[in-house]
């Protein structure tokens, strides 16, 4: 139950794949990133160690203020302003840096206390993993089930490996909150990320079968060529 999810680990549930920037990198190159890779929270590192993060509702309050229009992945322009401002003069103070071995009950109170949506992992001042919001809802949705999701989404993979070359594959689940408490409603996102780029969306009471057709819709498109 959730007393069992609380004990968990904060290794166990971090992503490991964290996506940084330095303070010089710019707000365009930055909404790529929050793009391509799928996320809304870029950690900022510079030789002295982890200096600050950047959320994605951190660039659309300061798109806001200086009147731009806060649809950032359909509207951008280089010579602008905005786009050109280094994530220094964007970035928060370096969120709370937790341990590996730090329980999620610490991890969840420590967003709850300081308001934020997320922490960085880290042993040693070296950034191992980010757990944000999105990762604790997803977790807490498939506690006791993650092995069996992991497990399908890798023989996917594994099954598809040829095809899947050159490029990047994202699955993310979620759940919504309807207006009807009593209705539980999964949310699936497949992200692909070539040349062609794929998007695949699907909703569903059922966490297995929202997975099983957004994989097989998946896969239908990349076997047209995407």
């Known amino acids: 139950g959730y007393k069992e999810f609380g004990n968990e680990t904060a290794e166990k549930i971090m992503t490991k794949d964290i996506i940084l920037s330095s303070p010089d990198e710019n707000t365009q190159k930055i909404i790529s990133l929050f793009s391509d890779y799928q996320i809304s929270n870029v950690p900022i590192v510079s030789e002295n160690g982890i200096e600050g993060i950047v959320s994605l509702h951190d660039l659309i309050r300061r798109a806001i203020e200086m009147n731009e229009n806060p649809d950032l992945f359909s509207y951008i322009f280089p010579e602008r302003e905005f786009f050109r401002l280094p994530a220094i003069s964007l970035m928060n103070p370096p969120p709370t840096i937790v341990k590996t071995k730090d329980t999620v009950k610490k991890v969840i109170d420590i967003m709850l206390n300081e308001n934020t949506s997320a922490v960085i992992v880290a ?23 993650r092995e069996k999701i992991t497990a399908k989404i890798n023989e996917f993979i594994k099954t598809n490996e ?13 759940e919504l909150s309807p207006d009807q408490s009593d209705k539980r409603i999964i949310r699936c996102r497949i992200r692909f990320r070539n040349e062609k780029n794929a998007n695949i969306t699907g909703d569903g009471k059922d966490l297995y079968n929202v997975l099983d057709d957004c994989l097989k819709r998946f896969l239908e498109k990349i076997n047209n060529n995407l």
């Open 162 to 174: 040829a095809k899947l070359k050159p490029g990047y594959l994202f699955v993310i689940l979620e």
């Open 123 to 145: 042993d040693d001042k070296k950034p191992l993993g980010i757990i944000t919001k999105r990762d604790i809802l997803f977790h807490l949705i498939t506690f006791g089930e």
